[in-house]
């Protein structure tokens, strides 16, 4: 039973344009909302988070939009460059544990 | 130390082996996850302490998985009698308070082969 779900495994954009990565939850319980960048051989570093009293969250390039209703999530990434290359989990909580998505594997073109 | 750091970094360990790796969480954190990555794969839950609380269990894939959390300090996951299968990435987190919005925080994880 996945609570959290990023659908697409893998997603390439050309370099300056725009990332969508997204996420969908079925828990209605969680309230907070992360994403984690992971680059190959390192731990998952902590990028940007959204509390569910928020539609939108921004952060420099790094924006995440709540849809409390879909029970979706997105990180847009604007403009993307070759660094943002790296897998990205969607993670959730409530009262109980972190529960993370599979992730997305970014590939930015130059 | 200021991160959450995970030792060894690296064990390659044979087949029916016993292993342990170590957890040093961020003091004060109070949440510790055990996760793994096997190649290719997402991250799949393991275990989690809170505090005193009891730990859930929920994600360890078999008894030859256990771990233990002495208070709010060192974890140790052990696998008994490794399996080829149990060849991945374990990764540790750390976070502040559950009961608080906030983030948790990854070691670089220990990569264990089993040859």
């Known amino acids: 039973d996945q609570q959290v779900k990023q659908n697409s495994p893998s997603l390439s954009v050309q370099e300056g344009r725009i990332s969508i990565l997204n996420c969908d939850y079925t828990?209605?319980?969680?309230?907070?909302f992360l994403w984690y960048k992971k680059y190959p051989a390192e731990g998952p570093t902590f990028l940007i988070s959204i509390s569910s009293i928020k539609d939108k969250n921004e952060d420099g390039r790094f924006t995440v939009f709540l849809n409390k209703s879909a029970k979706h999530l997105s990180l847009h990434i604007v403009p993307s460059q070759p660094g943002d290359s790296a897998v990205y989990f969607c993670a959730a909580s409530g009262a109980e544990k972190l529960v993370f998505g599979k992730g997305t594997k970014l590939t930015v073109n130059p | 130390g200021a991160g959450v750091s995970q030792s060894p970094s690296n064990k390659v360990t044979e087949k029916g082996k016993d292993v342990e790796l170590r957890c040093d969480p961020i003091?004060?954190?109070?949440?510790l996850y055990w996760y793994r990555q096997r190649l290719g794969q997402g991250l799949e839950f393991l275990i989690y302490f809170q505090g005193n609380s009891a730990p859930d269990k929920s994600g360890l894939p078999s008894d030859r998985f256990s771990a233990e959390r002495t208070g709010e300090s060192v974890s140790t996951l052990t696998i008994q009698r490794t399996q080829q299968e149990d060849s991945a990435v374990y990764l540790c987190?750390?976070?502040?308070?559950?009961?608080?919005?906030?983030?948790?925080?990854f070691g670089q994880g220990t990569r264990l082969t089993v040859v």
């Open positions: 987190a750390s976070s502040l308070d559950r009961w608080k919005n906030t983030e948790a925080f």
């Open positions: 828990n209605s319980m969680f309230d907070y």
């Open positions: 003091s004060g954190h109070t949440a």
